[in-house]
């Protein structure tokens, strides 16, 4: 079983920056593809950006050049960094591991999420 917990989260104007963790229990990190999501209120969960077993990264068009994921197998952490934080950017951020395909929403393993509020 594998528990994540984000942190990093919290309130800045538009035009800053924050860093996002998550912390993974276990010993099975390293085999798990990894992403963070998104959610505004009344809107769907959406994948964010993702990193696989092997490193290669993937993000949506709205922010790319802004978003980088990074992860680190000996410190069991995903990391997101946000730069150029936009008011549209503001949800909750969740991150997530799977063995499977990170577009599929079930199955894996869901931190409990952190919110990101940035005010223009």
């Known amino acids: 079983q594998v528990q994540l917990a984000e942190s990093g989260g919290g309130s800045v104007q538009a035009g800053g920056s924050l860093r996002l963790s998550c912390l993974a229990s276990g010993s099975a990190f390293s085999f798990l593809n990894l992403g963070w999501y998104r959610q505004a209120p009344g809107k769907q969960r959406e994948l964010v950006a993702s990193?696989?077993?092997?490193?290669?990264?993937n993000y949506i068009d709205s922010v790319k050049g802004r978003f980088t994921i990074s992860r680190d197998n000996a410190k069991n952490t995903v990391y997101l960094q946000l730069n150029s934080l936009k008011a549209e950017d503001t949800a909750v951020y969740y991150c997530?591991?799977?063995?499977?395909?990170?577009?599929?929403?079930?199955?894996?393993?869901w931190g409990q999420g952190t919110q990101v509020t940035v005010s223009s």
């Open positions: 990193i696989n077993r092997r490193g290669d990264t």
């Open positions: 997530r591991g799977t063995i499977g395909v990170l577009t599929a929403l079930s199955g894996g393993y």
